[in-house]
């Protein structure tokens, strides 16, 4: 069973930073694009940032361009979203998930598996 754990969420202010991690059983992480999403109360599921399988291309939902950045580890099997200059409207609860495709991929139906989430609050 692919088991993906995350971590590094929080409280932290405005301006601030963050940085998830996502961990991965998947024993072949290495072939699959991965992507981070968040859900904020209320709202539904977006799309953050996404990285191909090899980590040299990246893709990102306009309104964290220039401050979220996605990287990934494949000998670590680990996905990692840095977050920069934090705003309050980043609050939710973030995602990481297992794309079935090499490239990345903005639509959660191209998902197939998903970490169990992650809360981060950004106080104003």
């Known amino acids: 069973q692919v088991q993906l754990v995350e971590s590094g969420g929080g409280l932290v202010q405005a301006g601030g930073s963050l940085r998830l991690s996502c961990a991965a059983s998947l024993r072949t992480f290495m072939n699959y694009a991965m992507g981070w999403f968040r859900q904020a109360p209320g709202k539904e599921r977006e799309f953050v940032a996404a990285i191909n399988w090899s980590g040299d291309s990246t893709y990102y939902a306009d309104s964290v361009q220039g401050r979220f950045t996605i990287s990934r580890d494949n000998a670590k099997k680990k996905v990692y979203l840095q977050m920069n200059s934090q705003k309050p409207e980043d609050t939710a609860v973030y995602y990481c998930?297992?794309?079935?495709?090499?490239?990345?991929?903005?639509?959660?139906?191209?998902?197939?598996?998903w970490g169990q989430g992650n809360q981060v609050t950004v106080s104003s």
């Open positions: 998930a297992t794309s079935r495709s090499r490239t990345w991929r903005s639509e959660s139906t191209e998902y197939e598996y």
